[in-house]
């Protein structure tokens, strides 16, 4: 089974990347950019019998700081 | 208008974050982890009349490096 999981930030929690992003793409003269936020995508296989719970243990453990970020999983 | 981009590292290009992460699963238990890739997602509001070639614009000299990255573009 293959899986997606993106790994974003929480609202209100700063994200310099996000700002370095939006700030280069105005330098590159797109206007109009805002609320830029950079999260994390991780693909992964994944055997057939893995449980909802063990990838959820996955995310907790590993894959996602919970203090300040949000992540969503995606089956395919 | 919302945008999420996601960036991957093309097929056959080294992934040495989604190998370590693979290691650290099997590490912590989770067996049957196969082929972990680590990508990029950004998301950013911009003005509604943004023209996709001004969104693959914005990819193009920024966002991804097309030589190692493919990146799809979702509108929301």
Do not use: W
């Amino acid at each position: 089974m293959k899986l997606k999981i993106f790994v974003t930030l929480k609202p209100g929690v700063l994200d310099p990347q996000g700002k370095a992003i939006q700030h280069a793409l105005g330098s590159l003269g797109f206007a109009g950019v805002d609320d830029v936020r950079a999260g994390k995508l991780i693909e992964m296989q994944v055997a057939d019998e893995t449980t909802d719970a063990q990838i959820d243990e996955m995310c907790r453990q590993l894959l996602a700081n919970t203090v300040i970020e949000n992540y969503r999983v995606e089956r395919a």
